[in-house]
């Protein structure tokens, strides 16, 4: 017992190996069939903590795809509240001066070309858009359902890339 | 065949052994099935094998699960959504995978006993390529304002006796914001069944076999043309393998 205390002294967790080492002295004289195997399989310290960390990287390398699991690692729950956050887009259509981005979501958002850099904004330019609502919808005086104009409302805030001008990429999110 | 055996306890503890009522009739259909190489594709599940076609991964990449805003949410629609995000609606997509599951087998079989397919879509950013899909089955697509009597009053506005498609696929099944596609309901009156992609703000009532989903992505819209197409394609090959086998 004293000696037990002594060596514990000097380790940092001593109090918990303190604890440790009582419990297990005091199932040795409860039971001493399965004290024996359980002090000599218990790992401690670095070799606990190696065991856990290489089985969670094993967990981690086989992909689960049930609809749940798919939808709570997806982007979708990242984003959180959709409101002023900043995401990439990439400018699929343009009609003179408006240009349809698609950013990842169910709808596009339609912004007006900005008078900098205007000729970059081509078909295929990635570029970041603030998101202020991710539908315009809305219910009017009189009616059962809402109306929806089938777009969500972003801000345009910078081009990232673009087929026009190739340049060394900049850090995207 | 592995006859089932129900062992009943009686009153005096004398158990008796039962066959089950269908092994006999089973084995009669087995000698049958040998003699005849035939098989009715109708008794199979799943003959053409349609529910390979897609996984449930695929329909999250192609973002079938988004739908509407809760405010613009049909009550019909209710027991096909997971739940709401912040406000916007997801749907379920196990249910929905089942429901697609059903529709591709249909329209596989549809297009194995030689019926005319008709797909509509009113959303003008996929009426192209709804065309050109239709095209490439070798099926019919209406994509442009409908007329309102091309299913109830065909023979006089085309002039001559017409017949009406046997299936028809609806990529869209709203015309705008505010009104279903009336060939919705046309389709019923005729008894034409249908198939409808339904969005949350859809009414699935009268569609024979709804699929709720996306309908406003172009690329959710794409993995259906290319499901559709390959189911109808299916089809079609096996009876052309069934029409050479006879022939």
Redesign the interface.
């Known amino acids: 017992m004293f000696s037990s205390v002594s060596m514990c002294k000097t380790l940092k967790s001593c109090n918990v190996l303190f604890y440790k080492r009582n419990f297990s002295i005091s199932t040795k004289l409860l039971n001493t069939d399965s004290s024996d195997a359980s002090i000599t399989s218990e790992k401690r310290g670095f070799a606990k903590s190696f065991e856990k960390q290489s089985q969670l990287l094993q967990e981690d390398s086989v992909p689960k795809?049930?609809?749940a699991s798919?939808?709570r690692n997806?982007k979708?729950?990242d984003l959180?509240?959709?409101k002023d956050k900043i995401v990439i887009g990439k400018i699929f259509h343009v009609v003179e001066d408006d240009l349809y981005i698609d950013f990842?979501?169910?709808?596009h958002c339609v912004c007006t070309r900005p008078t900098n850099r205007k000729d970059d904004y081509v078909r295929g330019a990635r570029v970041r858009i603030q998101i202020k609502d991710?539908?315009l919808?809305?219910?009017f005086l009189g009616s059962n359902?809402?109306?929806?104009l089938?777009e969500a409302d972003c801000k345009l805030l910078g081009i990232i890339s673009s087929p026009i001008r190739p340049t060394t990429s900049e850090k995207s999110s | 065949m592995i006859r089932r055996c129900l062992i009943l306890p009686l009153r005096n503890g004398i158990s008796v052994c039962r066959n089950n009522s269908t092994a006999v009739a089973e084995q009669a259909e087995s000698t049958q099935e040998s003699n005849t190489p035939a098989k009715n594709p109708l008794d199979h599940p799943d003959y053409f094998q349609v529910h390979n076609l897609f996984?449930?991964?695929d329909l999250?990449d192609a973002?079938v699960?988004?739908?509407?805003?809760e405010?613009?949410?049909?009550e019909f629609m209710t027991p096909y959504i997971?739940g709401s995000?912040?406000g916007?609606l997801?749907f379920?997509?196990?249910i929905t995978a089942e429901h697609l599951r059903k529709a591709l087998n249909f329209t596989a079989h549809i297009a194995y006993r030689g019926g005319i397919v008709c797909f509509f879509n009113r959303n003008a950013l996929n009426a192209h390529l709804v065309e050109k899909t239709a095209m490439e089955c070798g099926e019919y697509a209406h994509t442009r304002f409908w007329r309102g009597g091309i299913f109830t009053n065909a023979n006089h506005q085309f002039g001559a006796i017409t017949r009406l498609p046997d299936l028809c696929i609806f990529l869209n099944t709203q015309n705008n914001?505010?009104n279903q596609h009336t060939a919705v309901r046309d389709s019923a009156k005729l008894l034409i069944p249908t198939i409808g992609i339904v969005d949350s703000?859809c009414n699935p009532n009268l569609i024979t076999y709804p699929v709720p989903g996306?309908d406003?992505?172009p690329v959710a819209i794409e993995l259906y043309c290319k499901l559709f197409k390959a189911a109808i394609t299916r089809g079609k090959e096996a009876r052309m393998k069934f029409l050479q086998e006879n022939n």
């Open positions: 795809h049930t609809f798919l939808l997806s979708l729950i959180g509240d959709p990842g979501w169910k709808f991710l539908e919808s809305s219910r359902t809402d109306l929806t089938l | 996984t449930v991964k999250f973002r699960h988004f739908g509407h805003k405010g613009s949410l049909n997971y995000r912040q916007h997801i379920d997509l196990d914001i505010l703000n996306n406003d992505t």
